[in-house]
């Protein structure tokens, strides 16, 4: 699928249309989840809001993992942690669902190191999952497992 290719063209300008394809030069869709806030005119791809998605660089071949971080939460402490641990509980299904290896295991040095931390690149999936998981686990996971006991 190519959205640029989908997209109605009468209500988007021409510098916009560039920027697509700019964009899609660069970046490969991998996997993502829509938000349910937002209605979409195509399935989820680079140029929907997501929840969160994976995309790789066509040039340096690594893989990101974006989140969408504009939400308000009612309960400002467990509400983010909430959101981000069901996002990483569906990227586990995913993984699981398409047989990537979900035991890769990161270390500090992965996490923090800024060329190599959640907003740098990884060079595989289950490389990035890993890291995630150790974000997710360290931010939430265990203050909201222990809230739902």
Known sequence: MNPTKEMN?????KESIKE???????????WGI???FIPQASEVSLHTMNEISIIR????K?????????YNFNDSINGPKKYVCELFDRLTEWMDENGHDTSYESCLFDVFTVSRGISGGFSSIPELYGSFKLLVKGFAYESVTQGAQ
């Not at 063209?9 to 300008?13: A, E, L, T």
Request: hydrophobic residues 30%.
């Open 57 to 60: 660089s066509r040039f340096t």
């Open 20 to 30: 697509y394809e700019e964009i899609e030069k660069e970046w490969e869709f991998i």
């Open 62 to 70: 690594m893989y990101r993992i974006n989140i969408e971080t504009m």
């Open 34 to 36: 829509d938000s349910p």
């Open 9 to 13: 063209y009468d209500n988007i300008d």
